[in-house]
């Protein structure tokens, strides 16, 4: 597979234009740059150019097992030459982290943080003043190129930046930018928090057709499938509202409408949005706590 196109960093010549020739380090080495990694090598990016810290040397090893990349126990020794930094640690531990890296970035180094609820002025303090930094909300499935990322770009981000930040994030799924750093709390609730949403509900149809005398592997393979294709045919019919998608399904007086009328009765859309904005008041409240 060919490697991917990117734009260059301000520093580097067109010529060198090529994913393959942006050295990406990856601070954390959990499911998320696990993902993001997974996704890029399998897009064709060079793993030789890709480097991870973890705290763990089971995830390191694990890491370079898997995809050949580069792996370092020490943030600084990972983050030397790096073109790109990606910030994927835990919300609680990213002070700390940023810190320690003060002294060790690239002064061009773009910064691309995939921390909810973690704000670019807190990243920008502990970094040192005038860094290039993208918040980015990712999710889990970039592991299978199928993510989706909410991106904001902070003060000082050239527009070839934001081109860079963003075909590395398209190697794994859509992108979309928010004109707002606020928005990206609403991104983290939609589709960074996203996927456990379905799991929950494929949990719950898998479960009850169990009890409905299905074996417990049908179910999965059916309610997975089905999840699958519904996904794909939304996604491929934008030109219409989900809702008529949910209508053309749903013959009058059939099953499929005693079962909508279920849900609505037991108030299913007003619990997806309580629940959603319990997750971004989260977000919001882990600013707080974890910005000082």
């Known amino acids: 597979m060919a490697p991917l196109s990117i734009p260059p960093l301000a520093h580097q010549p067109p010529e060198e234009a090529l994913v ?10 959990g499911n998320m740059a ?22 763990r040397p089971e995830t390191l090893n ?17 983050v030397k030459g790096a073109d790109v930094v990606v910030l994927a640690v835990k919300p609680q531990v990213m002070k700390e982290v940023c810190l320690s890296l003060r002294e060790e970035l690239a002064p061009d180094s773009l910064i691309i943080s995939v921390a909810a609820g973690i704000g670019i002025g807190s990243l920008d303090r502990w970094l040192g003043a005038g860094r290039h930094i993208v918040r ?35 190697a794994v799924g859509t992108v979309a930018w928010v004109a707002e750093e606020s928005l990206i709390d609403a991104v983290t609730s939609v589709s960074g928090s996203g996927p456990a949403y379905f799991f929950l509900l494929l949990e719950a149809m898998v479960d009850a057709g169990e009890q409905q005398g299905l074996d417990r592997a049908t179910a999965r393979a059916l309610a997975v499938q089905t999840a699958l294709g519904a996904a794909r045919l939304a996604q491929q019919s934008a030109d219409l509202e989900l809702a008529e ?16 009328a279920a849900f609505e009765q037991h108030q299913f859309r007003q619990t997806v949005a309580v629940a959603m904005n319990a997750c971004a008041d989260r977000a919001r409240q882990m600013a707080v706590e974890l910005g000082t």
């Open 20 to 29: 393959s020739d942006s050295r990406i380090s990856f601070i954390g080495g």
């Open 34 to 55: 696990r993902s993001i990694i997974g996704g890029l090598v399998q897009q064709g990016y060079a793993p030789g150019n890709l480097c991870a810290s973890a705290r």
């Open 62 to 78: 694990a890491l370079h097992q898997d995809f050949g990349i580069r792996v370092e126990s020490n943030n600084g020794a990972a």
């Open 136 to 170: 980015a909300m990712p999710n889990t499935p970039a592991l299978v190129q199928t993510g989706a990322t909410g991106l904001y770009a902070g003060a000082g981000v050239t527009a070839g930046e934001k081109q860079l930040a963003e075909t590395l994030l398209q």
């Open 245 to 260: 998608l949910r209508r053309r399904v749903t013959s009058p007086g059939g099953t499929t409408e005693r079962a909508i």
